[in-house]
């Protein structure tokens, strides 16, 4: 299995950037995938997650209003546009996926934590200035 994202580079503040997660390798039809990025020097944070199969998303407050998470099944991709970006939007993107770790408990309870995901791309870096 595989994730592969695009779409980073250097934007200026108050810009939108859209990221692209291409999955490959996948049996079953239906995923738990996030975006979660490592600001510098930070740990990192989980900003959005959908479930492909019901279309349920999740966002965390630091970016509810300014993001947005979608999937395209012919494509086999998940989306993230994120709108009048800040600085501190500057990080490495991650798309990660959660496969057969059920036995962890509720996924809400936990959806924006990077120890949730066992799949992971290798990230595409966003600068803001």
């Known amino acids: 299995v595989q994730l592969v994202e695009s779409g980073g580079g250097s934007v200026q503040a108050g810009g939108s950037v859209r990221l692209s997660c291409v999955a490959s390798?996948?049996?079953?039809?239906?995923?738990?995938v996030a975006w979660i990025r490592q600001p510098p020097g930070k740990a990192r944070e989980g900003i959005a997650s959908i479930y492909t199969g019901t279309d349920r998303t999740y966002y965390a407050d630091s970016v509810k209003g300014r993001v947005a998470i979608w999937h395209d099944n012919t494509k086999n991709t998940v989306y993230l546009q994120i709108n009048y970006l800040r600085p501190e939007d500057t990080a490495m993107y991650y798309c990660a996926a959660e496969r057969g770790l059920e036995y962890l408990g509720p996924y809400s309870d936990a959806w924006y934590k990077e120890t949730r995901y066992n799949v992971w791309g290798q990230g595409t870096q966003v600068t803001v200035s």
């Open positions: 390798g996948f049996t079953e039809s239906e995923n738990y």
